[in-house]
C-alpha cells in the first residue's frame, strides 16, 4: 500500500520542529528528517504521535 503524494507533502514531524518526513514504502514507515524518529504506518494511516515513534540513529544520516 502506498500514500498519496499529497499526503506525504503536509505531513511533518509532530515534534516542535516539524521537519519534513521521509516515506519507506516498503518498512511503511515515515522517518523525521531532523530528530530521525520512524513513525510505523498502520492499515495505510500514518501515526504520528511521539509515544509511538521508535527513535533513530543519532544522527539522521548516519545508517541504523
Same mark, same amino acid.
Given at each position: 500500500m502506498t /500514500?498519496?503524494?499529497? &499526503?506525504l507533502?503536509? /505531513?511533518?514531524? #509532530?515534534d516542535e520542529h516539524h521537519a519534513p &518526513? $521521509?516515506?519507506d514504502a516498503d518498512a511503511q $514507515? /515515515?522517518?523525521? $528528517?531532523e530528530c530521525a524518529r520512524v513513525? #510505523?504506518?498502520r492499515d495505510g494511516i500514518p501515526v504520528l504521535l511521539?509515544?509511538?515513534a521508535v527513535?533513530? #540513529?543519532?544522527?539522521p544520516g548516519d545508517a541504523a
Open positions: /500514500l498519496d503524494a499529497k &499526503l507533502e503536509v /505531513l511533518a514531524c #509532530p &518526513l $521521509t516515506y $514507515t /515515515l522517518t523525521c $528528517t513513525f #510505523p504506518i511521539l509515544d509511538e527513535a533513530g #540513529p543519532k544522527n
